[in-house]
Nanobody, 122 residues
């Protein structure tokens, strides 16, 4: 099982920004696609974004397009999710997961870490 540690969540005002980090442990993250997922009360993990391992293509759910950016720093073995113009509907616990490809990334892989919580409130 591939291990990740998510960080960077917190409390932010509407319109504010956060940068979430996904750190890989014991493997090369660049060998995999990486997806970001959000869990809210009463809902399963929902796909937010994905970055491919082959050509760096990125994918976003419609509700975050133009506001969120996924990117990676291979030298640091990290993947990030930059979240701008945050709104209350963006709140939840965010998780990252390694994937073979970004095809059907919204399904996840069933292997979830601790996640990092994002709260958006005035």
């Amino acid at each position: 099982q591939l291990q990740f540690v998510e960080s960077g969540g917190g409390l932010v005002q509407p319109g504010g920004s956060l940068r979430l980090s996904c750190a890989a442990s014991g493997f090369t993250l660049d060998d995999y696609a990486v997806g970001w997922y959000r869990q809210t009360p009463g809902k399963e993990h929902e796909g937010v974004s994905c970055i491919s391992s082959s050509d760096g293509s990125t994918y976003y759910t419609d509700s975050v397009k133009g506001r969120f950016t996924i990117f990676r720093d291979n030298a640091k073995n990290m993947v990030y999710l930059q979240m701008n113009s945050l709104e209350p509907e963006d709140a939840g616990t965010y998780y990252c997961a390694a994937l073979e490809t970004c095809y059907n990334y919204a399904d996840g892989n069933g292997n979830w870490g601790q996640g990092t919580r994002v709260t958006v409130s005035a």
